[in-house]
């Protein structure tokens, strides 16, 4: 159950995860938009095919980044000499050689990358065959369309790890404290323990939050909560009036101590309204939870057992945690085909039980 900061990365490699909007990508051209990945910085660019590319961003002629070149039909061209890079990261030119020949090891490292809900998505290491998160507000308006308003935030860099910042998103017990009066009662310190089930490479489980009066922009009432593996949350609420919404949330691992967060938040009522009330919400939660969840020391979620003490209203953690912990020992053990069987296992219904009160995860 011990994972190493590598085996970690390795894990994550096997996942899709978004790197920027399509507006940010957009504004970066004719040049690829740099980003980072797990500690790795990538070239993306939307090619005249319409389709995206990711490349590592650094040219193997002389170092120059890739990013600062420019989009040049289905490839990028290097600023510094004009070598140009496919998508699959092979030279498929050298202007000052045009009769070749082009050397074997003029190769940059070439990953897939697709547009999904706005966000290029890129996966490192396409093994394990992982999918991208659903979006059920997306999947709502698209059943029906024209019935969900859906509101995408400002991405967020926070100095904290992907799964502390999920970890965040789904612990109960922080309500009361960090959000008194928003998500919580500081005088109802006691969260319910809900029944997690594993379904569909997620975590799952229900929540009631405590009486209280809250704002009509509040995302607040029964929640069904949805947890991706391994850095997504989708939470819909059924309000008491009867409107449902829907907030999702997914981080991107920039590196294991650094996150950028892509949110949206929908709706199903107040369809022609303002969304800035429904933002001031989200902007109102996220500063009660920066000065605490970026005051985590380390950064990094450590899932060495022992290192933080848990006890069973940590319920959610714990069993995020060990999933985590299983999926790392899984690729340990036999490669990312056993990371994918260990998703499959969960493609039905498992009750997950705590085990008492833990002292250790
Ligand atoms: S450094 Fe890229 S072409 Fe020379
Ligand atoms: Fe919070």
Redesign the pocket.
């Known amino acids: 159950m011990n994972a190493t900061a590598t085996d970690l990365t390795a894990l994550l490699e096997l996942f899709w995860h978004p790197v920027c909007t399509l507006d940010e990508l957009d504004a970066a051209a004719p040049h690829p938009l740099r980003v980072r990945l797990l500690g790795r910085d990538l070239a993306i660019a939307r090619t005249a095919d319409g389709g995206h590319l990711a490349l590592g961003d650094r ?1 193997v ?4 980044r890739l990013s600062v070149g420019w989009v040049d039909g289905d490839r990028v061209r ?1 600023a ?4 140009t890079f496919g998508r699959d990261g092979r030279c498929r030119e050298i202007p000052s050689m045009p009769d070749g020949p082009i050397p074997e090891r003029a190769c940059v490292p070439g990953y897939e990358a697709v547009e999904r809900y706005g966000l290029v998505w890129v996966r490192l290491d396409g093994r394990a065959d992982t999918c991208i998160p659903a979006h059920p507000a997306v999947d709502r308006d698209a059943a029906q369309p024209g019935t969900m308003r859906i509101v995408t935030g400002e991405p967020y860099t926070w100095p904290v790890g992907g799964p502390r910042r999920v970890e965040n998103f789904v612990d109960l017990a922080h309500f009361a404290w960090v959000h008194d009066g928003t998500l919580g009662r500081r005088d109802e310190p006691v969260p319910p323990l809900p029944t997690i089930r594993r379904e569909d490479g997620e975590m799952r489980f229900e929540f009631d939050p405590p009486d209280m009066d809250v704002d009509d922009s509040a995302l607040f009432g029964h929640s069904e909560y949805r947890m991706p593996m391994p850095l997504t949350v989708s939470i819909e609420f059924w309000l008491e009036h009867g409107a449902y919404r829907h907030l999702w949330m997914t981080a991107c691992p920039v590196d294991l101590a650094t996150s950028r967060c892509f949110w949206t938040v929908s709706r199903d009522d107040d369809l022609d309204g303002d969304d800035a009330p429904h933002l001031a919400f989200q902007a109102i939660v996220l500063e009660e939870d920066e000065p605490v969840v970026c005051n985590q020391v380390p950064p990094e979620l450590v899932l060495e057992p022992g290192f933080e003490i848990s006890v069973k209203t940590d319920k959610v953690s714990i069993e995020y945690r060990r999933w985590l912990a299983e999926l790392a020992a899984a690729l340990a053990a036999g490669g990312p085909a056993a990371v994918r069987a260990s998703l499959d296992a969960a493609s039905r219904p498992t009750p997950v039980s705590v085990r008492g009160v833990l002292t250790s995860t």
């Open positions: 040219c002629h002389r170092s120059a290097c510094y000499h004009g070598w």
